[in-house]
């Protein structure tokens, strides 16, 4: 399946709320209102005005709607992507980067990091897969575990952010 050519921004301006929800309610994971909240600031002038609105969107929402939104992403090389439980974005993010060929070891250690993380924090483990391998993501992971909770959930909507910027531009020409 051929992935469709990206929208300009005049299109993307233009498309009515229920399209615009459509097309953009999947970049933050399970939550659609990051979308439907970033739709209000239109019209964009550019892609980084888009990707602008969308971690305005969430840095401005209440805490719990934040957390929500960090507890709607995928452990990374966790249950989800065993199951096949991932979003075709989150999938196609952590196969790129290998965490769909992890040799025994480091599944294991994803696992126990994963779960050290989730108890420590409440939340997965957040980070923005795309440009890194899954080496400089254990590290990461191995580094971030020794933060505390506040540092952790600030670094995540960051990471959040990240994600989204990645997932807009493979969608929106520049």
């Keep these: 399946m051929s992935t469709p050519a990206p929208l300009d921004i005049d299109e993307v301006n233009h498309l009515d709320a229920t399209s615009f929800a459509i097309l953009f309610g999947d970049v ?15 019209p964009f002038a550019d892609r980084e005005a ?7 969107a969430v840095l401005r ?13 995928p ?6 992507a065993i199951a096949g439980d991932l979003t075709s974005d989150s999938k196609r993010e952590q196969a790129g980067v290998g965490l769909d060929s992890l040799t025994p070891e480091e599944f294991a250690r994803f696992t126990d990091l994963n ?6 924090n409440g939340f997965p483990f957040i980070f923005a897969v795309k440009g890194a391998n899954k080496l400089q993501i254990l590290e990461a992971f191995e580094e971030r575990v020794k ?5 952790e959930f600030s670094t995540a909507l960051t990471q959040v952010c990240r994600i989204f910027r990645f997932r807009i531009e493979g969608r929106v020409a520049p």
């Design 61 to 73: 929402a209440p805490r719990a709607d934040q957390l929500a939104l960090i507890r709607a992403h």
């Design 75 to 80: 452990d990374l090389a966790g249950r989800a």
């Design 28 to 42: 933050a994971e399970h939550s659609p209102w990051v979308a439907e909240s970033a739709a209000h600031a239109r």
């Design 147 to 151: 933060n505390d909770h506040a540092t």
């Design 50 to 56: 888009m990707i602008y609105a969308f971690a305005n």
């Design 115 to 120: 779960s050290f993380y989730r108890q420590q």
